[in-house]
């Protein structure tokens, strides 16, 4: 029988490979690579579709393929944990991911002005514990699906409702209200 201890020990590890792949999804839709960067060990590996190589040139690599992207959301779902080991566990997560492009990000979206790409998928991870840090060791990214099509023209919303990204999208001001950011 497993004690309380070690049952809230696997609740507090399955909690912080889920907050590494979140950072993981918040950094690539605000272009903050320093936040992908601390998902991953620095000796990472990642094969991600035509990129294969470690964290450094994964990095590059997707802040030169979001540029350009006016919005990106990515979308977790389905995530199993399987523990391989005290300090290994192998994480299937699905995932769904949109991306905007458009000429001109702060003006209405004219018919054929913009581009809209949906794939999913899922992200096969070998997560580590090391240092009572876990961190992705080895990412395949698996992409069973993926579209593009013109996206629907219409007027941009007020001000601040329209997701940016960069330190204007609306979650660095509610994160600097709460003291997160100063």
Not at 79 to 91: K, Q, Y
Not at 143 to 170: I, K, M, N
Request: proline share 3%; charged share 25%.
């Amino acid at each position: 029988m497993t004690s309380t201890a070690e049952a809230l020990q696997r609740l507090a590890d399955r909690q912080e490979i889920q907050d590494a792949l979140a950072r993981y999804a918040r950094g690539v839709d605000r272009g903050d690579w320093e936040l992908v960067r601390s998902a991953y060990h620095p000796d990472a590996h990642d094969e991600h579709g035509s990129f294969s190589g470690g964290i450094d040139g994964l990095v590059s690599w997707l802040a030169d393929r979001f540029q350009g992207v006016d919005n990106s959301v990515h979308f977790l779902g389905n995530c199993l944990i399987e523990p391989t080991g005290p300090d290994n566990a192998l994480v299937e997560t699905y995932f769904v991911s949109a991306r905007l492009t458009t000429k001109d990000p702060h003006r209405a979206i004219d018919a054929g002005d913009a581009l809209s790409r949906q794939a999913w998928g899922r992200y096969v991870d070998h997560f580590t514990r090391r240092d009572g840090a876990w961190r992705i060791a080895r990412r395949t990214v698996v992409v069973d699906g993926r579209f593009q099509c013109p996206a629907l023209g219409g007027a941009r919303t007020a001000e601040g409702s329209w997701g940016t990204r960069d330190r204007t999208d609306p979650l660095h001001a509610a994160r600097s209200a709460v003291g997160l950011i100063r």
